[in-house]
């Protein structure tokens, strides 16, 4: 599919139909398909059964030997020639699916890689998928101190991009609803303080919102990713850590941030939680109290939350500024921006026309 006019320009290989509905996917999918609104692009979107037993081999040999089989792929042909081929890899072993469709890279000028997860600790585990990257021009990736390690063992240069969101679902505004969630916790959350708020909602009555099943498949992903966003531009608050903080024997003490932070600030929540402590983050996040500082071990939310209940003005401010700077720097369309850059490329008049949607709504944000 293509939203611009004339031959597509750039072609998308997409795991979509590969790896189905897992939830920690579906934001890469909302990326695609706002690829598609905003430029001129093709989805290849080849279909195989991870869960194969062929599949399920060609992945246990990758881990133990440099041999990239086919996973079980069918041939797929594209349409002609294209300036730019894209994917999004969750992690490293989704790259023998890119491999096994080799032609790809032959009818493309130039090629990107995003790599959505990998740390730096496991750079040797995965050391037979990783030389697939180098058949990229361009390999970027959400994990910023990964960036060193990766660039100097595929020979390289890897390149840092954050990640994003759909900064226009996600946002409140111009007609926000009544916040009637009073914290909402996705995915992960810190013990001691998932004690501390079910007890509030039991002594107080708060609506506390937080999975309580145990499930990695969204019925629908554009569904998954709609539900997301109205149910986070209706919280107050919204708690976010670090990316995997309760494990640190699986990121090597490393520390990295995901999704949680832009879908709150663009939701026009108050995100409760702690800063990541690395370099990148301030950057992104550079405005007061973009996060409201809570240690991840910590209790204390009940004290964080009577504080700020204490200062409308302040959870005001706090509400328009994340959604507006949501809006003008985090939405996917900036992140195709220098995608582009880094393969030579403009972007087309569909992209500029949605910076300027964007940048009307955070004008009426400022002003609401």
């Known amino acids: 599919m293509a939203?611009?006019?004339?031959?597509?320009?750039v072609l998308i290989f997409s795991l979509r139909n590969i790896f189905?509905?897992?939830?920690?996917?579906c934001p890469h999918y909302e990326f695609e398909d706002i690829i598609c609104e905003i430029d001129s692009a093709e989805l290849l979107a080849p279909k195989v059964d991870p869960s194969?037993?062929?599949?399920?081999?060609?992945?246990?040999?990758?881990?133990?030997?440099p041999v990239a089989l086919n996973p079980g792929i069918p041939r797929a042909a594209a349409n002609g020639t294209y300036d730019l081929l894209f994917?999004?890899?969750g992690f490293p072993q989704d790259l023998i699916m890119f491999n096994a469709v080799s032609k790809l890279k032959d009818v493309c000028k130039t090629s990107v890689c995003l790599l959505d997860e990998l740390w730096a600790k496991d750079i040797h585990k995965h050391r037979h998928f990783l030389p697939i990257l180098a058949k990229f021009d361009v390999v970027m990736q959400y994990h910023s101190q990964t960036v060193k390690p990766l660039s100097e063992f595929i020979g390289r240069k890897c390149?840092?991009?954050p990640p994003?969101?759909?900064?226009?679902l996600f946002?409140?505004?111009?007609?926000?609803?009544?916040?009637v969630i009073d914290v909402y916790s996705v995915g992960r959350r810190p013990q001691i303080t998932h004690q501390r708020l079910l007890e509030m909602a039991r002594e107080s009555g708060i609506f506390y919102l937080y999975d309580s099943i145990s499930g990695n498949q969204a019925i629908n992903a554009r569904e998954h990713r709609s539900q997301i966003a109205n149910l986070a531009k209706r919280s107050r608050y919204f708690l976010v850590n670090p990316g995997k903080f309760d494990e640190p024997q699986h990121t090597g003490g490393q520390i990295e941030f995901g999704y949680r932070y832009f879908e709150g600030a663009a939701a026009g929540a108050v995100m409760v939680g702690e800063h990541p402590d690395n370099e990148v983050f301030p950057k992104l996040f550079d405005w007061p109290d973009a996060v409201i500082r809570l240690p991840h071990d910590s209790a204390d939310i009940d004290e964080v939350i009577r504080a700020l209940d204490r200062d409308p003005k302040r959870q005001d401010t706090i509400r328009r500024t994340g959604a507006a700077r949501a809006l003008m720097r985090h939405d996917w369309v900036y992140r195709w921006e220098t995608i582009l850059a880094?393969?030579?490329l403009e972007p087309m008049q569909g992209a500029l026309d949605r910076k300027d949607r964007l940048r009307k709504l955070a004008e009426t944000v400022s002003q609401h």
Request: glycine residues 8%; aromatic residues 8%.
């Open 87 to 89: 994917t999004i890899c």
């Open 3 to 9: 939203a611009q006019s004339g031959k597509p320009r």
């Open 20 to 25: 189905g509905k897992a939830l920690n996917r």
């Open 171 to 179: 946002c409140p505004y111009p007609d926000p609803p009544e916040r």
């Open 52 to 65: 194969s037993r062929r599949a399920s081999f060609a992945t246990r040999l990758a881990y133990h030997a």
């Open 159 to 161: 390149v840092f991009l």
């Open 164 to 168: 994003g969101v759909d900064a226009a």
């Open 342 to 344: 880094a393969a030579g």
